[in-house]
Structures are given as structure tokens and as C-alpha cells.
């Protein structure tokens, strides 16, 4: 019912930075929270940020990370900046939406690799 499609994602050297996005459509009424998750190989899917009249942050990435949102566009995105080795992984897109009918469910994307390496 609710299809979120990220972009962003590849490679980029420490120090560098990526912008990520992600649009949810579908048979949405309202976004109620947008965030970012990160898995890196071999860990456990972990939280990174989540903006919804605010914004919060991991301490891992709190100064470096800035998530935003545009509503006219149902779009979150991550501005990834002074990017470090440990931030290598898949990053994926979760929203909390209300669906028509006034259902709430929550919804992930299918995840974009960042690398960081020399």
C-alpha cells in the first residue's frame, strides 16, 4: 500500500559526503515520522535519525548527520557529511504513515549501500 524508494547511496572517500533520499507514495493520509536506519555487515540494523516536528540523532552521527523532510513531496532525506570508514553500510528509509481508512502502519525501503574507503 505504501512503497518507499531511496537513492543516494555509493562510494565516497572518509572526510567526503552523500545525500541520501527517500519519497514514500501510495494510499498515504498523513507521514507521521520519517527516519534513517543502518545495517553494516555482520550487526544488527540500527537507528540513525528520525524527523518529525523535530529532528534526533544517534550519538554516532549527531554533528555530522542532518535529516530533513519535504511534505509537499512525502520525500525525508540524510545529508551525510565528514563521512568515516564505520559509517559503511546499507542505509534504509522507515516511515510511520497513516493510511487512508486511517489505519497506521509503518513501512521500510529496500536500503542503498554507502561506502567509505581510500
Known amino acids: 500500500q505504501v512503497q518507499l524508494v531511496e537513492s543516494g547511496g555509493g562510494l565516497v572517500q572518509p572526510g567526503g559526503s552523500l545525500r541520501l533520499s527517500c519519497t514514500a507514495s501510495g494510499s498515504i493520509f498523513s507521514i507521521n515520522a520519517m527516519g534513517w536506519y543502518r545495517q553494516a555487515s555482520g550487526k544488527e540494523r540500527g537507528w540513525v535519525a528520525t524527523?518529525?516536528?523535530?529532528?534526533s540523532y544517534a550519538d554516532s552521527v549527531k554533528g555530522r548527520f542532518t535529516i530533513s523532510r519535504d511534505n509537499a513531496k512525502n520525500t525525508v532525506y540524510l545529508q551525510m557529511n565528514s563521512l568515516k570508514p564505520e559509517d559503511t553500510a546499507v542505509y534504509y528509509c522507515?516511515?510511520?504513515?497513516?493510511?487512508?481508512?486511517?489505519?497506521?502502519?509503518?513501512?521500510w525501503g529496500q536500503g542503498t549501500q554507502v561506502t567509505v574507503s581510500s
Open positions: 524527523i518529525t516536528s523535530g529532528a
Open positions: 522507515n516511515a510511520a504513515v497513516t493510511l487512508l481508512g486511517y489505519r497506521d502502519d509503518n513501512y
